[in-house]
Each structure stands twice: as structure tokens, then as C-alpha cells.
């Protein structure tokens, strides 16, 4: 059986899904005490990982010695690193201070931890930004250029995609970056698309947020949250697939401003699959027939990510919330995870020769990060933060982290 480890796995969502592709999950860790607690809650239920060693630990602290002891194997033994370093770093959501951000560079312990295995494969998952993200010299895509270069110079060649988990049959709209580290000549496929938005005949269509939702048991009293004051009345009138709009920000070629909607302030459409679900407790609003205008609950969160019903979360609700939404979708995961399964399995490792060069990102992401290009010099200036605001914000990430 081919054999990985997990390393930032939070509540668990890309490990169910490789799991269920045939992988052995031999080793799982995360910083934080709740994710944990959700992975040892569910271990212990018969649900997840085997015999494999659960550790709420900080990666800085681990070694790959440690882990390949504790889990009785050698270097070279791993098929998969597994993991995606904190997106929150270069999330559209987040100050996207990158590698200024502490947990920016978590990607550095993550490399090493690879090459201290020396596993043949490795799997990184991350937000869309991570595209475009600038690196320390300010240019849009030079974040990633860095990561792969690193790569790349470990022994790794890189293959870069952006999914749309609806695509893959996840009752959900979450678009994230799947980057696949191989050695040179076992370059992976990419699992094929199963659904489509517009559908043909004989093709399966997006999966619908009510279609998720209506296997659940019904809500208890205590799930269901209503608005109230001022964001109540507003609510009241927005139609489903429509928010409160936030006021727009003025631009050089946007004279009326770049506007959004305002966080916790949408009226999802039952209809269509959910817009992404965020790891914060302000989730998007639904309307049923039994209780009106109210949030969507962690356990309803959790089905549209395609947890199993039973999978257990520890913590309060604001800790189960950050779980659902850090999460990779498990069906998502297993689809990536089968693909990769056929071909360890249909082909030897390839030898490890020296890289040439470092394989072209295809060109819809290219085509990305020189559209962002050509918007930071239209905009870049009316989007600079002052010089005393970003200094503040620096430091309060420093303190918090």
C-alpha cells in the first residue's frame, strides 16, 4: 500500500480523502490543540489513520528523524508528504503579507521536513492567491516562483493547477492551488473533471447546496443562529445569491470603486453550490422553510466541504468553524488521491537525476500573474496601505504569531 505522511493536517480533510484512495496515512501532526483533539477524537472512533501516530506538535520543532522513528520506518520508506502550509498568509481574505508573515515561511520547515524523508512525492495545497502572491521583491507570481525554485533545487519538479472543487463533485464553489512535487521523468497525471456547471447529456452537473444539505438530520435548537439588528433588516431584503455590499474602494481605472460584499453578509442560493466555505464563524446565510434567515451551521459547513456525517470536531463552535473551513474537501482529496495511487502503482520511481529547468506553470496561471501585473502598475498606487498603517499591521501579526 503506498504510505504517506501528513504534516499542518487540521481537521483532516485531505487525509480522509487520501485514505480513501488507498493511501496509509502513517503520520499526522498540527499545531493547534483542537485540530488534534478532532483527529485523536475520530481515531479513536474507528474513523481515521489505523495504527498510524497522531502529534499536536509545531513542525519548527519536529524532525524527520523523529517522525521516521516513532513510526518505525526509514528514510526513503514514505511515498507522499502531505499538507499545505497556512494559507492565510496570501489569502484574498487575509493582509496577504506573504513571506512577512511568520506563517509565510512555514513552507521552509515543510521542505525540509520533505527532504529529511526524502519521500518521492509531495502534495501542497493552498489558497488562489498563491499565484499571483508577491515575493520579498514585490512582484505579482514571485511567491510561488520562490517556492518552486526551492523546490526545485531540493530535487523537485512541480506541477501546478488550479481546482474548482465543484468540478469534482464537492457541493461547493472553492477554487485552491494543488501543487505536486515529482521527481524528474514521474511527472503526475490530473484527475479529469467530473462535473460541469453547464452539463451536457450524459454529463453530471454541479452538485447543489441543497442537494448537500437535505441528507442532514435536522438542525437541534442550539445550531441555529438568526440576524439580528441593523444586519436583520438588511438581509431581509437581499435576494438569494446576493449580499450586502461593501463601499467600494476607489482606483485609477475604477472611478466608482471595487466593491465586494460584505463579510457575513450574503444569502447563499440553494440552488447552486455554495460559494466557499471561510474558516471564521461568519458563514454565509440561508433560507429554509423551517427557520427562515439563519446561518449555516458547523455541521452543514462540514457536508458542503463532504466531511462524513459522523466525523466528529472538537472545540467550541468558532474552533469547529476554523477547522471546516481550513480544510482541503475530502472528496476533492480522494479524486487527486486516486490519480496519484494509479500511477505510484503503474510505474517504478524514477531515478533521481539532476532537473534541467524548472517545468513551465500552465498558461491560464502565467496568464494570471500578468494580468496582476498589468493591474498593480494601473492600480498598484491607490492600493498601497500608508506607510504607518502597513508598519502597525506588520507588528500585530509579529505579536500575534
Same mark, same amino acid.
Request: proline share 6%; charged share 25%.
Given at each position: 500500500?503506498?504510505?504517506?505522511?501528513?504534516?499542518?493536517?487540521?481537521?483532516?480533510?485531505?487525509?480522509?480523502?487520501?485514505?480513501?484512495?488507498?493511501?496509509?496515512?502513517?503520520? !499526522?501532526?498540527?499545531?493547534?490543540?483542537?485540530?488534534?483533539?478532532?483527529? =485523536?477524537?475520530?481515531?479513536?472512533?474507528?474513523?481515521?489513520?489505523?495504527?498510524?501516530?497522531?502529534?499536536? !506538535?509545531?513542525?519548527?520543532?519536529?524532525?524527520?528523524?523523529?517522525?521516521?522513528?516513532?513510526?518505525?520506518?526509514?528514510?526513503?520508506?514514505?511515498?507522499?508528504?502531505?499538507?499545505?502550509?497556512?494559507?492565510?498568509?496570501?489569502?484574498?481574505?487575509?493582509?496577504?503579507?506573504?513571506?512577512?508573515?511568520?506563517?509565510?515561511?512555514?513552507?521552509?520547515?515543510?521542505?525540509?521536513? !520533505?527532504?529529511?524523508? /526524502?519521500?518521492?512525492?509531495?502534495?501542497?495545497?493552498?489558497?488562489?492567491?498563491?499565484?499571483?502572491?508577491?515575493?520579498?521583491?514585490?512582484?505579482?507570481?514571485?511567491?510561488? !516562483?520562490?517556492?518552486?525554485?526551492?523546490?526545485?533545487?531540493?530535487?523537485?519538479?512541480?506541477?501546478?493547477?488550479?481546482?474548482?472543487?465543484?468540478?469534482?463533485?464537492?457541493?461547493?464553489?472553492?477554487?485552491?492551488?494543488?501543487?505536486?512535487?515529482?521527481?524528474?521523468?514521474?511527472?503526475?497525471?490530473?484527475?479529469?473533471?467530473?462535473?460541469?456547471?453547464?452539463?451536457?447529456?450524459?454529463?453530471?452537473?454541479?452538485?447543489?447546496?441543497?442537494?448537500?444539505?437535505?441528507?442532514?438530520?435536522?438542525?437541534?435548537? /442550539?445550531?441555529?443562529?438568526?440576524?439580528?439588528?441593523?444586519?436583520?433588516?438588511?438581509?431581509?431584503?437581499?435576494?438569494?445569491?446576493?449580499?450586502?455590499?461593501?463601499?467600494? =474602494?476607489?482606483?485609477?481605472?475604477?472611478?466608482?470603486?471595487?466593491?465586494?460584499?460584505?463579510?457575513?453578509?450574503?444569502?447563499?442560493?440553494?440552488?447552486?453550490?455554495?460559494?466557499?466555505?471561510?474558516?471564521?464563524?461568519?458563514?454565509?446565510?440561508?433560507?429554509?422553510?423551517?427557520?427562515?434567515?439563519?446561518?449555516?451551521?458547523?455541521?452543514?459547513?462540514?457536508?458542503?466541504?463532504?466531511?462524513?456525517?459522523?466525523?466528529?470536531?472538537?472545540?467550541?463552535?468558532?474552533?469547529?468553524?476554523?477547522?471546516?473551513?481550513?480544510?482541503?474537501?475530502?472528496?476533492?482529496?480522494?479524486?487527486?488521491?486516486?490519480?496519484?495511487?494509479?500511477?505510484?502503482?503503474?510505474?517504478?520511481?524514477?531515478?533521481?537525476?539532476?532537473?534541467?529547468?524548472?517545468?513551465?506553470?500552465?498558461?491560464?496561471?502565467?496568464?494570471?500573474?500578468?494580468?496582476?501585473?498589468?493591474?498593480?502598475?494601473?492600480?498598484?498606487?491607490?492600493?498601497?496601505?500608508?506607510?504607518?498603517?502597513?508598519?502597525?499591521?506588520?507588528?500585530?501579526?509579529?505579536?500575534?504569531?
Amino acid at each position: 500500500m503506498t504510505t504517506f505522511v501528513s504534516v499542518f493536517s487540521g481537521a483532516g480533510g485531505l487525509d480522509i480523502g487520501l485514505q480513501r484512495a488507498g493511501w496509509d496515512c502513517l503520520y !499526522a501532526t498540527d499545531f493547534d490543540k483542537h485540530a488534534a483533539a478532532t483527529l =485523536k477524537l475520530n481515531a479513536a472512533a474507528g474513523r481515521f489513520h489505523g495504527e498510524g501516530v497522531i502529534r499536536q !506538535a509545531d513542525i519548527r520543532d519536529l524532525t524527520g528523524a523523529r517522525m521516521l522513528a516513532e513510526m518505525g520506518r526509514r528514510r526513503g520508506d514514505i511515498d507522499l508528504l502531505a499538507g499545505g502550509p497556512p494559507c492565510q498568509s496570501w489569502s484574498s481574505a487575509g493582509h496577504q503579507l506573504g513571506f512577512n508573515d511568520p506563517r509565510g515561511r512555514l513552507f521552509e520547515d515543510y521542505l525540509r521536513v !520533505a527532504k529529511q524523508l /526524502d519521500v518521492r512525492w509531495l502534495l501542497f495545497e493552498n489558497v488562489r492567491g498563491l499565484i499571483t502572491a508577491r515575493g520579498s521583491d514585490g512582484i505579482p507570481g514571485s511567491a510561488l !516562483a520562490a517556492i518552486r525554485q526551492a523546490l526545485f533545487s531540493a530535487g523537485w519538479q512541480t506541477r501546478v493547477e488550479l481546482f474548482n472543487a465543484a468540478d469534482y463533485g464537492v457541493p461547493q464553489r472553492r477554487v485552491r492551488v494543488i501543487l505536486i512535487g515529482y521527481r524528474l521523468g514521474d511527472e503526475p497525471p490530473i484527475p479529469a473533471a467530473s462535473h460541469r456547471e453547464n452539463s451536457e447529456a450524459g454529463e453530471a452537473s454541479w452538485i447543489s447546496m441543497a442537494n448537500a444539505l437535505e441528507a442532514l438530520a435536522p438542525l437541534e435548537a /442550539d445550531e441555529v443562529i438568526r440576524p439580528s439588528g441593523k444586519l436583520a433588516l438588511e438581509l431581509a431584503e437581499i435576494p438569494a445569491g446576493s449580499g450586502v455590499k461593501s463601499p467600494g =474602494k476607489r482606483e485609477t481605472t475604477r472611478p466608482g470603486g471595487h466593491w465586494g460584499y460584505k463579510q457575513g453578509a450574503f444569502v447563499a442560493d440553494l440552488r447552486r453550490p455554495a460559494r466557499t466555505v471561510t474558516a471564521n464563524a461568519q458563514q454565509d446565510w440561508i433560507r429554509d422553510s423551517i427557520h427562515g434567515l439563519r446561518r449555516l451551521s458547523p455541521r452543514e459547513c462540514a457536508a458542503l466541504q463532504t466531511f462524513p456525517e459522523d466525523w466528529a470536531f472538537a472545540g467550541g463552535r468558532v474552533d469547529q468553524y476554523r477547522q471546516i473551513g481550513n480544510a482541503v474537501p475530502p472528496l476533492l482529496a480522494e479524486r487527486i488521491g486516486e490519480t496519484l495511487r494509479d500511477h505510484v502503482n503503474a510505474k517504478a520511481p524514477a531515478p533521481k537525476m539532476t532537473n534541467v529547468v524548472i517545468a513551465p506553470l500552465p498558461a491560464k496561471l502565467q496568464a494570471a500573474i500578468d494580468y496582476t501585473s498589468r493591474e498593480q502598475r494601473r492600480n498598484g498606487a491607490s492600493r498601497l496601505q500608508a506607510p504607518a498603517k502597513r508598519s502597525a499591521l506588520k507588528a500585530k501579526v509579529a505579536v500575534v504569531a
